[in-house]
DNA sequence: CCCGTTGCGG
C-alpha cells in the first residue's frame, strides 16, 4: 500500500471536501511554480513539433534511439521540449527501462515528459511508481495537468487509497481541474470502488459536463455496491438527460439486473443492447450470461454462451460459476471438464467453483483432485487454501482441513473462521475453542464472523457454560455487537439443553426486532424437551411471521403432534398445502469407487433395488433383535403404523447405505451427503447398522456432520 | 496547435 504523499496538504483538505463545504480556489498561486520547460523552449528554439512528429512516428528501437541521438545532437534534449515525446516513444516500443532512464537524466523535465512516464507506470499497472512520481513532481514545482491528476487518481483507486485520492482531488481543484470531466470520472470512480456511492453522487450533481463514462462510473458504482435500484435509476436519468448508453453502460446494467433477479429487466437490457446494434463483444457477452446465471435462468445463460462467437475463460468461468452457486454441482463440474476439451485451462474462479460443486455434493474424491490440479497449475494462495479447507471439512476429511490450515503462512481471519466453523460442524466444540484461543495471540482480532463460527461450534457440541461465557465477553471484552445470527446460536444452545427460560429471557434482551430464525431454534428446544408452555408461544410467533419455508412449518406441525393438539396439525397442514410450497425431494448421495450415486425416497429405480431390499430388510430384523424400536413420529402421515415403519426403511439415507454397504470392501467407511436434516428414526437406525456390520459411517446432514461407529454418534444424540 | 489521461465481464 502507498504509505503517504508527504506533501503539504491544499487549503482546506479535510475528508471528503465537498462535505465540509470546500470551496477550490480557481487557478490558485499559493504554490510557487516554474514554467513548465516546454513553454520556455518554444520560443527559443526552431521546428520543436518536426521532432515530434517524428518521435511519433517511431516504430522501434532503431528508429527511437536516431531520434534519440538527433536530439542530443541538436541540443534539444538539453532544453528540455520534447522530451515528454521522447519518454513516450520509449514506452510505446514498451522499453520502459529505457524510458526511465532517459527521464531519470532530463536535464528540464516538462510535464509531458513527468505525464509520459506516469502514464507508462499506469498501463503497466504500478500504481505506487505513478504515486511517487505524481509527489516528486509536485514537490520540484512543476504545474500538473489534467493527465497527471486523472492518472494519479486512478492508481489511487486501484490501491483503494481514500485519503490519498482526495488529497490529490483537493490539488487538482486548486488548480483549476474542478470541472474537467477526466478527473471528475477518475474521482467518482474512485469514491465508487472504495464503496462510497453517497460521496461519489454529491460529486457527480456538482459537475456541470458528464460524459458517458462518468455516468458509467456511477451506474457500475452503483451495480458494484450493492444498490442495483439506484443503477437503473441513473441510467433512466441518463436517458431523460438524452444520452444513449454503450456496450460498456449496458455491462453496469447487466450487473444490477444480475442481483436484483428481475427477469423482466434482465430481458429489457438484453432487448436494448440488440435494439440499438450495439457491438456485442466478449465482455458484453459474458456479463450476459452471468446476468443470466445470476438470476437463476440457466437456460438462458447457456443460449446466450453457446451464441458467442469467441469466448474465453473469463466466460466459462461465468457459466461455471453460475451452475454452482445455484446448486447445479454435476453441470458446474461437466462444464468444467468440456471447457478444458475445448483447449481452455481453467483458472482460479473456475477451479473454485468446482472445489463450491465438490463440496455441496461431498465429492470428496473429485474435490481432492481439484485440490491436486491447483497445487500444479497455479500459486497456493490464501483464499484457495481456504477455499480447499472448506472443501475437504465439508467432504468429512477433518484432519486433510486442518493439515492445510497449518500449511497456509500467512492466516487472514476468514481462514481461521473456515477451520473454526469446521471443527463446528464436526462437532469439536472444544477444538475449535482451542483453535479460537489460538488465533487470539496473533494480532488478528476475532469479528462477528469468528464469533458466529465459535458459537455455533458450542452449539453444535451443546457447551451450554463455554456459550454463555464467550457470548458476554464477545460483548464486553471484544466490543462485537451481538447480531441476529448469534442470538440464533445461543437461543438455539439454551434451547436445546433445555434450558428453554434462559433462552426466551435472551430474547428479550435482544436490542433488534427478533426475527424468525430465533423464535424457529426455540420451537426446535421446546419440542425436543417438551416444553409446551413456551413452545406454544413460539409457534404462535413463528406462524405470525409467515415463513415461506417448508421445513419450518413442519417443525410447528411436529411440535404441535409432539404437543398432542391434533387440531393445529391439521391446521397447519392446510396452510401448507394452501400456500403450494413444493416440499424439497429429501435426498442422499453417497461416493463409490470415486462415482457419485444419488438416492432419494422410495426410489426403487435403482438397478440394485432388489439387492438393496433384501439387506435392508436383513438389518432390519437384526437391528430389532438388539433393541431397535422404529420411531413412527417421523412420518407424518396418517397412515398404519406398520406403513410408516415400511416408510421409514425407505428413506433415502437408508437405500444409500444399503448401496454403499453392498459396493465397497469390508470396513471401508462410507460418507452419505443429505440435503435435509437426517431423521430421528435414520439416525437411531444407522448406529444399529454400525454395530451390525462393524462399519463406520458419516452422515452429512444440512447442518452438520455424524460420525457413526459402534453405535455411536459423534453428535452424542445432541442435534 | 497537437498529444497523452477517465468507465466494462466470472
Known sequence: MFKSL?????????????AYGYKPKLYSNNIELRKSASYTYMHSLPCPNRLRALLLACKDKASTSKTHALMLLTGLFK??????????????????????????????????????????YSRKEYPVEVLNLYSQMILEGVRPDSSTFTVALKACTRLLDLKTGEEIWCRAMDFGFEYDVFVGSSVLNLYAKCGKMDEAIMVFDRMPRRDLVCWTTMISGFAQSGR????????????????????????????????LGDLKLSLSVHGY???????????????????????????????VFKNMPCKNVISWGALISGFAQNGFAGNALNLLVEMQDCGYRPDLVSLVSALLACT????????????????????????????????????????WARTLFDQINSKDSISWNAMITSYGIHGHGKEALSLFLEMTKTNLKPDHATFSSLLSAFSHSGLVEEGQYWFNRMVSEYKVPPTEKHYVCMVDLLARAGRVEEACELIDSMNAESGLAVWVALLAGCCKNGKFLIGEMAAKKVLELNPDDLGIYSLVSNY????RKWDDVASVRKIMKKTGMKK?????LVEVKGKLHAFLMEDKSHHQNENMMQLLDKLDHEMRAIGYVPQTEFVLHSLDEEVKEKMLCNHSERLAIAFGLLN?????????????RVCGDCHEATKFITKIVNREIVVRDVKRFHHIKNGICSCGDYW
Not at 91 to 120: E, Y
Not at 560 to 563: F, G, L, M, N, R
Request: include cysteine; charged fraction near 20%; glycine fraction near 10%.
Open 273 to 303: 443492447l440488440i435494439r440499438k446494434d450495439l457491438p456485442m463483444d466478449v465482455v458484453v457477452q459474458t456479463s450476459l450470461v452471468d446476468m443470466y446465471a445470476k438470476n437463476g435462468h440457466l437456460k438462458l445463460a447457456c443460449h
Open 560 to 563: 404441535y403432534a409432539k404437543a
Open 79 to 120: 532544453h528540455g521540449n520534447s522530451n515528454g515525446g521522447l519518454i513516450a516513444s520509449y514506452v510505446k516500443i514498451g522499453d520502459i527501462k529505457s524510458a526511465r532512464k532517459v527521464f531519470d537524466v532530463l536535464p528540464q523535465r516538462g510535464v509531458d515528459a513527468w505525464n509520459a512516464m506516469i502514464i507508462a
Open 6 to 18: 508527504k506533501l503539504p496538504l491544499p487549503s482546506n483538505f479535510f475528508c471528503c471536501p465537498f
Open 584 to 588: 424439497v425431494p429429501g435426498y442422499s
Open 228 to 259: 442495483p435500484i439506484e443503477a437503473v435509476d441513473m441510467f433512466r436519468r441518463m436517458q431523460k438527460e438524452g444520452m444513449e448508453g454503450d456496450g460498456v453502460v449496458m455491462v453496469g446494467l447487466t450487473q444490477a439486473c444480475g442481483n
Open 360 to 399: 455441496q455434493v461431498g465429492f470428496l474424491k473429485l474435490g481432492k483432485s481439484t485440490h491436486g490440479y491447483i497445487v500444479r497449475r497455479l500459486a497456493f494462495d490464501r483464499v484457495l487454501g481456504t477455499a480447499v479447507i472448506d472443501m475437504y471439512s465439508k467432504c468429512g476429511a477433518l484432519s
Open 664 to 676: 465397497t470392501g469390508p470396513g471401508t467407511r462410507l460418507l452419505i451427503i443429505k440435503n435435509l
